[in-house]
């Protein structure tokens, strides 16, 4: 890529993200009235898993300000299984339905979002969960259940995060696609300024959660979109992996590792 490329690539890059000025002669297809798009995707398999919900059982920490300083992120994983009820939490916490807004307008769920519209869809990989086979699934939102996808060989995780092997060692790793419409219905040409703020929102509550109950993970804005839209059956163009959360068993004692991956800060004297 030569300079002018780059600062053409940059200025776009800018362009997305600035609030535009008004726009005059424009609708979007929701003021337009044209048919609302699914509040969520429709589940594809027969194999459901329900979630269960009873996490008075779960040891979470209630000092609410000692788990907002305790946040970190986590690449060191212990390699061990976690439960049904800590990965029914962890996708309550991070996209769980609250409420429905209106007849069918919109979901409520535990965390915000632009107009609502949730545009996110969350698929796993599942190495180690308690009574799961491993593979890929997909997060029913709506019914708070599981639905397997397919057997997938683990070789798929450090590939799928842009050859980031640590990851290999997570429990489960959450991969969030973007459903293009359900945004642009509503906000049209201004929809895609949104979602990083959006997933944002998203991917705190899931390290927040996580902390809550001793696990950790680390958010990830490297991965490899089409090997992540094959791996979970998506079409690339109107819904596409985007983002993704690989998350595991931590302990104390592996402090210093964690601060190991940051050990070029100390020797380039950053
Ligand atoms: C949007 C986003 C993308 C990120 N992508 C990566 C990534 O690809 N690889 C990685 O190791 N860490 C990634 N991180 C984690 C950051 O490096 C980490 O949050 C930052 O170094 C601050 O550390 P802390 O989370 O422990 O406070 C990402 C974090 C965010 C919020």
């Known amino acids: ?95 769980g339905v609250k409420g429905i807004r209106g007849r069918a307008y919109a979901t409520l769920r535990t965390v915000p979002c632009g107009g609502a519209r949730h545009e996110f869809e969350t698929y796993l990989y599942i190495r180690k969960v308690e009574g799961l086979q491993p593979g890929c699934y997909h997060y029913l939102p709506l019914s708070h ?32 696609s973007f459903v293009a419409y359900r945004a642009e219905w509503r906000y049209g040409i201004h929809a895609h300024r949104m979602v990083p703020a959006d997933a944002g929102h998203v991917t705190e509550n899931l390290y927040l959660a996580a902390t809550s109950i001793g696990l950790g993970g680390c958010a990830i804005g490297a991965v490899d979109g089409k090997l992540c839209d094959e791996a979970f059956g ?31 800060v100390r020797e380039q004297g950053l």
């Open 1 to 95: 890529m030569n300079e002018e490329e780059i600062r053409a690539r940059i200025r776009a890059g800018r362009d997305f993200l600035r609030m535009p000025e008004h726009e005059e002669d424009y609708q979007t297809d929701q003021q337009l009235k044209k048919p609302q798009p699914p509040l969520v995707k429709e589940a594809v398999s027969d194999i459901r898993i329900p979630l269960p919900v009873d996490y008075q059982s779960l040891p979470i920490d209630n000092d609410f300000l000692h788990i907002i300083n305790s946040r970190s992120s986590h690449r060191v994983y212990t390699d061990e299984e976690i439960s049904l009820l800590e990965l029914s939490y962890l996708l309550w916490c991070s996209q």
């Open 145 to 176: 259940e599981l639905e397997f996808l397919k057997e997938m060989p683990e070789d798929f995780v450090s590939p799928s995060l842009e050859g980031q092997a640590w990851a290999r060692k997570a429990s489960v790793i959450f991969y969030y």
């Open 234 to 264: 998506l079409d690339g163009e109107e819904e596409f992996i985007f983002y993704a959360f690989p998350l595991g068993t931590v302990r104390e004692s592996d402090q210093q590792k964690e601060l190991d991956f940051y050990a070029f």
